[in-house]
């Protein structure tokens, strides 16, 4: 069997984390200094400083200029999570992007057309209307193609979907911007006129395959 090596800073994290688990550090309250943990734990700063920058990053301690830092979350156990989140790095490969959305995209469709309602239509129809009006303004366009996409989601009911689907949205907007140069603007507004008037029609199927459509097209456009 082999032995796996721990890092100091790791092991400095674990000691972190025993205080705020035990309740020894409370929620507000600030913690020992560096020098403070240095002295304690007989390790390098540059440990101590890169084990509390992960704590900062993971939004459990935050750092105010002058004063110190602060514990202001004492939920982690779910730490070890944080790799599986979609991340900035994760949504620049956009033909992944692509693939991730033409998977889902199609049955958030589905799920919507069966919750559609008066506000759904008047939604879809706002941002088509802006998609065409903003023609020739790549940052526009986008933020209304986007949008569109959002209402769909957030029409499904299903929050997975929505909160998943949000977060590549959020994260890919530059690209969008970059692909509407490859793509052109026509395209977009073909197939999120048929979109609606799918959403329209009260026809599930037909949103369905016209979502996965105009996913496929614009897979189809990405160079190789």
Known sequence: MKIKSVSITNQVVEYLKENIESGDWVV???????????E???VSR???????QYLIGLGVLKS????????????VENWDE???????EDCKDIRQVLEFRKILEPGACRLAVGNCT?????????YLEQMKIFQGDREKFVRADLKFH????????????EKSLHKVFVETRKNHEQMNELFGYDSGIFHHAA???AFRNADGQSAYDSMEQHLKEALGKIPQ
């Open 40 to 42: 304690e734990l007989g």
């Open 195 to 197: 979109i609606l008037e």
């Open 64 to 75: 105010y200029q002058g004063k110190g830092t602060y514990l202001v979350n004492s939920q």
């Open 82 to 88: 944080t790799e599986n989140k979609i991340t900035s």
């Open 28 to 38: 507000g309250e600030k913690i020992p200094s560096e020098n403070k943990l240095v």
């Open 46 to 52: 540059s440990s101590i400083r890169t084990a509390v």
């Open 118 to 126: 008066d506000e759904t239509i008047a939604a879809l129809e706002t």
């Open 150 to 161: 959002e209402v769909i989601c957030r029409t499904s009911g299903n929050s997975l979907l």
